[in-house]
């Protein structure tokens, strides 16, 4: 993956150059065990001293072949340069181990060329490299397979799906675990899961959010896109919001279930989006049990109930319904505790006013 004729900046131009191309957002991840640092937990003092060279040097080469990573996937779009360049380094647990993913983001463009360059171009229309020939011609075979749902997906499906981030096959997995039984590939919904953790956040956001409300989708299915978002945290507030305006009951339900979920990271504008959730939804699903009292048992003393819409009476401190599940709200208290959401929401904002405000 080396010597790719890619030029690579972290601004939004090149100077003297003009952008003749913009493709699409590009990312690449890394993720290292922490172990791999000899020097990273040791005492203080020795690793902001000579110690820290070593594992500065360490991870200078791990963003390299990040951006080595970046580079190739630029190479098999036509790019020949990558604009915006970010990476980030963050540190992550799975099964009780403490791990360093490395993320580079960028956006794939092509430059304009001279009439001087066009002789040695190879990323003009007219040549490609045989490497991103093969995986475009694997793509194509792939795709043709899966659209007549006779792909197989085994490991070598998922490594090339996962390692070349086609986001051409979401629609194609979520459909294709709406209409199969996975029973019998126990690591289907972890793969998918995976899958979508390594596409462009935004795409997976689009793809997910869209298909969560279909109406079309099974339960299990819509189940299973709900755990992808928490799994991933690809929670938005801004897709929740928007959707929530204009989603009929059961649509409003599922979107707030993600809610339950947290983001990978908080910026200031998410405090005002989720004050605007917290009010919509409270008027989206108000109470609308009536209330009234009545004499319990042979006794003159009155209780306070309340009549849920199935006609069964419960006691007013009731939070659910002892007959159908049903809160004040309407709402199954088996899909979602509206109460408790209410409460999470609002310990986020607390968090977030403190922080930002």
Known sequence: MKNLDVLVTTSSTIEGREIEEYYEPITSHLVIGMNFFKDLFSG????????????????????????????????????????????????????????????????????????SEKSTNFNSKTSISDIAFNILKKKQLYLESAKNDSLAYIDETWRFLIENQLEEFSELVI???????????????????????????????????????????????KNQILEIIKSNKLLDYNIVYSNLITSDFHQGILLMKTLKSEKSEYITNDL???????????????????????????????????GCECGKENNKDSMSCSKCSKDQRGIDSNTLVFDKLLEKISQDIAVLQEVFK
């Open 44 to 115: 203080l003092t020795d690793f902001f001293g000579g110690n820290s060279q070593s594992y500065q040097k360490t991870l200078d080469r791990i963003n390299s072949e990040a951006i080595d990573q970046l580079k190739y996937k630029a190479k098999i779009l036509g790019a020949n340069c990558i604009l915006d360049l970010r990476i980030d380094n963050d540190e992550i647990s799975a099964q009780g181990k403490s791990m360093l993913m490395v993320t580079a983001i960028g956006m794939a463009a092509k430059l304009k060329t001279d009439n």
């Open 175 to 221: 459909e294709y675990f709406d209409k199969k039984s996975v029973s019998h590939m126990p690591d289907f919904e972890s793969k998918m899961v995976e899958f979508f953790g390594h596409l462009p956040s935004e795409i997976s956001k689009e793809k997910l959010y869209s298909n969560l409300i279909k109406e079309e989708l099974s339960i299990s299915t």
């Open 272 to 306: 005002h989006a989720l004050e605007n959730i917290k009010k919509l939804i409270q008027e989206k699903y108000p109470i609308k049990v009536s209330f009234s009292e009545k004499k319990k048992g042979l006794t003159s003393k009155l209780t306070s109930i309340w």
